[in-house]
């Protein structure tokens, strides 16, 4: 019999979305607006400990929908961890703005100590913003790098497009540096299949940002136009669906901690490590470190054999072929954690068919270098 493959972070839904959906269907608000849109932007202000909540179309709409309000462009530097995803960055590549990366830490999440070097160096000032990353759901130093920021003068943006859920010593995820940004992808830990948000304290930049995102239409019966806008607003549909996640959010939490805290186990004493925790994590995917570039391939392959999906760590930004030419401080650290980092399945819905299929594969996996009480074997 086909088993059926197992994925990384697949969406988790049941009858409340489905219903949810249904009921905004039945509503006639088909549209990019609608009363699950505005009570979608209220949860998500709640979940951010933020004023306000801009739902759009992605995280990197949201992204996008900052810089607009912020002014960025080719004057600008837009400094970054490389250890993240495209889209932290590729918003401001489009805009001309001149891109830095930055090293990590141990646990994957900037480098402070390198931040604030790589700031000064830089000169930081007005037209300089620091795009930080949540890495896979874990919080960077809130209070660190705001101060940084500070001090010099530069604007933070808080990507925590992987995070919602977390916290950082009890302030949720997003609820730092100018805004914060969600997103809502299939793969996320809550989705609207696709869909994103801005969060923020700002009246200014939210009323702005809502407005960019539906092509910046001024209050006149005609289509009146003070400024050039996007359309990315969110639909009613899909917010609604958003609102029925929502409210399972603590389930999925604990659900992703315990798929943690059973991959603890099943590597314990195997030389293989997990990334070092951070406190608040919403583990959307647990990341195992295996000791070289080698292992990590044979585990991988292993997986794959047994239709199991993973993927290795994000590829940092400054060895992207693309952004050859960008400033790096540091990278070692990214560059080590790419090559010996895999996402592991952490899907909220993993059973336990799923779960014995991970362990016997683990177990059964032909790996050089491990050791420990529990070495893998071949069967
Ligand atoms: C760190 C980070 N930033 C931004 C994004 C962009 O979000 P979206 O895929 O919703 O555009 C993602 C997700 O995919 C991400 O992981």
Known sequence: MKQNRIYLSPPWTDEKEREAVSAAFDSGYIAPCGPMVDAFELELAKVAGRRYAVAVASGTAAIDLVLEHLGVDSSWTVVAPTLTFMATVGP?????????????????NVDVALLDDALGELGGGERTLFAGVDLYGRCCDYGEVSRICRRRKVKFLCDSAEAVGASWRGRPAGSAGVAGVYSFNGNKIV??????????????????ARKLSQQSREPRPWYE???VGFNYRMSNILAALGLAQLAKLPAILEARSRNKRRYEKLFEGTGVGLLPPVDGENNWLTVALLPDEGSRDALMSAFA????????????MHMQPVFAGCRAFGGQVAEDLFRRGICLPSGTGLGENDWRRIERTVRSAQIAGFHGKRRMQTK
């Not at 054999?305 to 940092?316: F, G, L, M, S, Y």
């Open 92 to 108: 401001a590549w489009h805009r001309g703005a001149r891109l830095a990366f930055v090293d990590s830490d141990a646990t994957g």
């Open 225 to 227: 136009h003070r400024e």
């Open 191 to 208: 989705t609207t299949s696709g869909g994103g948000a801005v969060v923020t304290d700002s009246a200014k930049l939210a009323d702005h």
């Open 305 to 316: 054999a047994a239709d199991i999906e993973t993927r290795p760590v994000w590829k940092p």
